[in-house]
T-cell receptor, first 116, second 111 residues
Framework: EAEVAQSPRYKITEKSQAVAFWCDPI?????LYWYRQILGQGPELLVQ????????DSQLPKDRFSAERLKGVDSTLKIQPAELGDSAMYLC??????????????FGPGTRLTVL | GENVEQHPSTLSVQEGDSAVIKCTYS??????FPWYKQELGKGPQLIID?????GEKKDQRIAVTLNKTAKHFSLHITETQPEDSAVYFC??????????FGAGTRLTVKP
């Protein structure tokens, strides 16, 4: 069964450092999502891509966060500089991206970020 | 925007009993309602979903019901097993909007 891949699984960094997370969606999935999940809460959308284009980044803190999906396949989420409040699970999800429909989102295992 | 509330936050049942988790949503345009199961240290896994043109859907021991008039939907797990222990999230989505999640329910099934 195809899965969303993410790396690293765990990342510990000091505040003010830069961190990057990588996601490889299920093959053929046009839509890719990055979510942030704070401990004890549900995931919250940070950014959504349709192929290589950003569809929604309204919740992305653009002063320190950036995301790209250059070739419309895998994606990188970067934080620079990291702050203590960024400690969370960063989840990537993908879906087929069929126009005009709501299709199922499949999540990867996540990257657990701890900022010291 | 959409707001999803989920209850209870924790639920403990005896093995073999049923478990029910309830969610309400605010945006009447929401038309897709998935349920995810998240085990410790893992990403959410879709267990069942329902669309607004259906009132109920069942998959073995798991069922979801949707009441669009009241804007609430529920997850029902029958004959619970210890491996059902996890955090369960409901979510709601409008076609061209982002998916909003509830705060989660930690289910514990005691053997």
């Amino acid at each position: 069964e195809a899965e969303v891949a993410q790396s690293p699984r765990y990342k510990i960094t000091e505040k003010s450092q830069a961190v990057a997370f990588w996601c490889d969606p299920i093959s053929g999935h046009a839509t890719l999502y990055w979510y942030r999940q704070i401990l004890g809460q549900g995931p919250e959308l940070l950014v959504q891509f349709q192929d290589e284009s950003v569809v929604d980044d309204s919740q992305l803190p653009k002063d320190r966060f950036s995301a790209e999906r250059l070739k419309g396949v895998d994606s990188t989420l970067k934080i620079q500089p990291a702050e203590l409040g960024d400690s969370a699970m960063y989840l990537c999800a993908s879906s087929l991206g069929l126009e005009g429909t709501t299709d199922t989102q499949y999540f990867g295992p996540g990257t657990r970020l701890t900022v010291l | 925007g959409e707001n999803v509330e989920q209850h209870p936050s924790t639920l403990s049942v005896q093995e073999g009993d049923s478990a029910v988790i309830k969610c309400t949503y605010s945006d009447s345009a929401s038309n897709y309602f998935p349920w995810y199961k998240q085990e410790l240290g893992k990403g959410p896994q879709l267990i069942i979903d329902i669309r607004s043109n259906v009132g109920e859907k069942k998959d073995q021991r798991i069922a979801v019901t949707l009441n669009k008039t009241a804007k609430h939907f529920s997850l029902h797990i029958t004959e619970t097993q210890p491996e059902d222990s996890a955090v369960y999230f409901c979510a709601a989505k409008v076609t061209l909007g982002d998916m909003r999640f509830g705060a989660g329910t930690r289910l514990t099934v005691k053997p």
